[in-house]
């Protein structure tokens, strides 16, 4: 009966532990490093992991089994429940990728094996924790194994598509911008195809090819984002890129990289395609970096961009622009709001006229151009201006968005959890335009919200620690004809 009882109790906590790890590792990207040491609330490895497994410790180790009992009732009648309630709230939850389905069934297998062994054995209910432990080693054995297949797949289909031209983009900000764009202009005359959402990793450029990327299409455009120095080359060493876009850089990720000098090497990695033949660089980028980093490239691959604008204008309701393309001014109209898009328009358009597409087309494709999805997209709402800049993390495209939304005559809200993967002076710096700006500040999440509030004076202020609590917020505190700006966005475990 004991023997049963152990299991059942062992089982059911080796489980539980086990999703509490695998939600946090799929956030991070499957680092346990990062989960440990970049968490944005580490409290929540207090109570549902370090204070569970102590008391699993001292229940397990000291032999008793009423304190294994104990331990049991505590376990099902109050960390299960609680950590089950943790994960129904989560507004980013578990996924069940190939990566965590392979994870439990590998753990359950040996969950049983060493059910099979403790009912032969004498081990210690302690000795549960080790499938985890294996789990955790094999499923990601596992992956890497199956990665190298795919990647072989992918290269294989690459290099078959001889007609296939590649674009890639990187940069600290704007290259899901850049991409839709850039999109939008060339399918006027291409078959093209491009990476879906914001897809900028060497494991989702993979799995694109594979599954998506058709035999027929003439011009694919991805992406190329990075967490540490080498994440870029291996995007560049797959696609060999014909065409590069490199935007602006500045200090997003900087937690990752240590220094602004990693980040812009890392960027630069994409230059290393061997079929390299034109190349888009922000010249704001370019005083960051050491001359050796493109040396070795023809001169004439090599534009700087946006080149020479003038004549930018920014409303409510349009921008518009005079961008020089082969020593001659052409004017721009478009519903794309926003003057940092007016570089990212710009980067679109100078490779699309690169590519042969005529100015005359090129006019007309950005002034039908379609908003990005939640990069300072306008709506109306119920009398509501709705301005939702919410995949928008850096600073100066927040502070355009703020500047915009003070354009507005009426009361102004903003929803924001602040810049999340920055540094204090530009919270700060952020919190003195919201200060200036708005009525109402509605602070969402803990990680920013001390200081956001100590620079954030005039407005009235509302911090929310869960978003659950938002919709309520909005309709008793907002009216018709309000603006409301919803800047960046974060999950409720940051």
Not at 460 to 473: A, H, T, V
């Amino acid at each position: 009966m004991n023997l049963i009882i152990n299991s059942i109790v062992c089982w059911g906590f080796s489980l539980s532990l086990s999703l509490y790890l695998i939600t946090n590792l799929q956030w991070y990207n499957y680092s346990f490093y990062r989960v440990f040491t970049k968490h944005h609330k580490l409290s929540w490895h207090f109570y549902y992991f370090f204070l569970p497994l102590l008391l699993f410790i001292i229940s397990a180790s000291g032999y008793s089994q009423i304190g294994f009992y104990i331990f049991g009732i505590l376990c099902f009648g109050c960390y299960i429940p609680f950590l089950l309630l943790w994960h129904l709230h989560l507004d980013k939850r578990l996924v069940f990728t190939r990566r965590v389905i392979s994870f439990f069934i590998i753990l359950l297998f040996l969950l049983s094996l060493h059910q099979i062994l403790f009912s032969l054995i004498h081990l210690i209910p302690l000795s549960f924790l080790i499938p985890i432990a294996l789990s955790f080693i094999l499923s990601a054995f596992y992956e890497k194994l199956l990665f190298s297949q795919y990647l072989a797949l992918a290269k294989s289909k690459i290099r078959s598509s001889k007609n296939l031209k590649i674009i890639s983009i990187t940069g600290s900000f704007g290259k899901t911008s850049i991409k839709n764009f850039l999109y939008q202009i060339l399918r006027s005359q291409f078959n093209v195809y491009a990476t879906p959402r914001s897809v900028n990793t060497i494991k989702g450029i993979v799995g694109d090819i594979n599954q998506n990327l058709d035999l027929q299409t003439q011009i694919y455009i991805t992406e190329a984002g990075a967490r540490q120095k080498g994440d870029i080359k291996q995007i560049a060493n797959l696609l060999d890129p014909q065409y590069i876009i490199i935007g602006e850089i500045g200090s997003q990720h900087i937690e990752y990289f240590k220094t602004l000098d990693n980040i812009v090497k890392t960027k630069f990695e994409l230059l290393q395609s061997k079929r390299l033949q034109k190349a888009l660089i922000h010249q704001g980028s370019i005083i960051h970096q050491n001359n050796d980093l493109f040396s070795h490239i023809a001169r004439e691959k090599i534009t700087l961009y946006p080149g020479n604008l003038q004549n930018i204008h920014t409303t409510l309701e349009k921008t518009s622009f005079d961008l020089e393309i082969k020593k001659e001014f052409v004017h721009f109209e478009t519903n794309i709001l926003g003057s940092f898009n007016v570089s990212n328009l710009a980067a679109a358009i100078l490779m699309a006229s690169y590519l042969g597409i005529n100015i005359e087309k090129i006019q007309h494709c950005v002034a039908n151009m379609e908003p990005i999805p939640h990069r300072l997209q306008k709506s109306i709402v119920g009398g509501k201006i709705i301005l939702d800049d919410s995949f928008n993390g850096n600073l100066a495209g927040m502070k355009e968005a703020i500047r915009i939304a003070g354009l507005h005559t009426g009361k102004k809200v903003i929803i924001t959890p602040g810049l999340i993967e920055s540094d204090a002076p530009s919270n700060i710096e952020l919190a003195k335009a919201i200060d200036e700006t708005f009525d109402l500040a509605i602070i969402t999440g803990e990680l920013n919200s001390k200081l956001l509030s100590e620079y954030i004076k005039r407005p009235q202020k509302i911090i929310l620690k869960n978003k659950s609590q938002l919709e309520n917020i909005l309709l008793t505190s907002t009216y018709k004809g309000d603006l409301l700006l919803f800047a960046n966005d974060a999950p409720n475990f940051i």
